[in-house]
């Protein structure tokens, strides 16, 4: 990383010279100014906001730095932001989030976070993923938010997948319902293989041979309208009444065209069809009607256990899963 000096030395001025480019412009004359914020831009030059602290004699207490990937534009994802800053500060601690749109961050973005000088690091995901970790972060207290590492040694908070579905999967059971049909996100996702486990392990517990489900897979995760022809192709030939009595969905998106599609031909949820969702989307899911009976996504939980290990400095490197517990609505 670039420092004052070098700028300094680009430039051709001194160092005190940068420092008033930096913070007090308006005392330099054009010429000059202009040759610092030319070697600033070439050198890629960010200055560090703790020295300024520091220079000015007081102290804003600790901060934790988030990365957050795609999580500040997701308004049901954000609530794993909001649990960050509301757990630091009532710790005494601050936060200063990020926005990268991708993984690893750029070199840039990494300075900017590195010039406020964190005492730990946060990177979260709006979907559960992996990413890498640069070496230089990774000399920092890390912890990862509904992500993992592609390399070992990192903690990080993770839905619990597995016991989520099979939760979910195994109360809706209870109510009697005996030909379910899944449409389940891409297989390539992370969240597929636990899910899979927890939905099987429900199944047998119920008499139930898992290879008898019908099971479709989407081929992307935007490919949502794929769900109709699914739904086509289980209806055809069957005069619009349904061999199945229970659909569940791999999230929330499917169950919304679903939903679509069904009241479409006249099907009644949850009467001759019910519907389970995974996400509980903020704001939306409640919104179907009937209500949807969803299992929640805890991005509000994960924000705020990663928040506390870096607090509380903890040292556990390893994947920490985080219940994900169901919301009963009136589509069951």
Known sequence: ??????????????????????????????????????????????????????????????????????????????????????????????????????????????????????????????????????????????????????????????????????????????????HPLCINLPQASLAWEPRQLGLRRALTEAGMSADDVPQYNLSTDDAYQETIGVLENQLRGLKGRPAFDLLICGNDRIALVAYQFLLGRGLRIPAEVAVLGYDNMIGVAELFYPPLSTVQLPYYEMGRRAAQYVIEGRNETTIHRVECPLVERESC
């Not at 906001?49 to 997701?74: P, Y």
């Not at 601690?93 to 926005?99: A, K, M, P």
């Open 1 to 178: 990383m670039a420092s004052v000096k070098d700028v300094a030395r680009l430039a051709g001025v001194s160092f005190m010279t940068v420092s008033r480019a930096l913070n007090t412009p308006e005392k330099l004359n054009q010429e000059t100014l202009a040759k610092v914020r030319q070697a600033v831009e070439a050198l890629g030059y960010v200055p560090s906001l703790s020295a300024r602290k520091i220079r000015g004699g007081h102290s804003s207490g600790k901060t934790i730095g988030v990365f957050a990937l795609d999580t500040a534009t997701t308004p049901f994802a954000v609530e794993m932001l909001l649990s960050m800053e509301r757990t630091a500060r009532e710790n005494g601690w601050n936060v200063f989030i990020l926005n990268v749109f991708e993984a690893p961050p750029s070199q840039q973005a990494i300075d900017l976070m590195l010039s406020h000088q964190p005492d730990g690091i946060i990177f979260s995901a709006m979907q559960l993923r992996t990413v890498e970790i640069p070496p230089v972060l990774r000399s920092l207290p890390l912890v990862l938010s509904n992500c993992m590492s592609s390399e070992p040694g990192v903690a990080c908070y993770v839905p619990d997948d597995a016991d989520g579905q099979y939760q979910a999967v195994r109360q809706v059971l209870k109510r009697g319902y005996r």
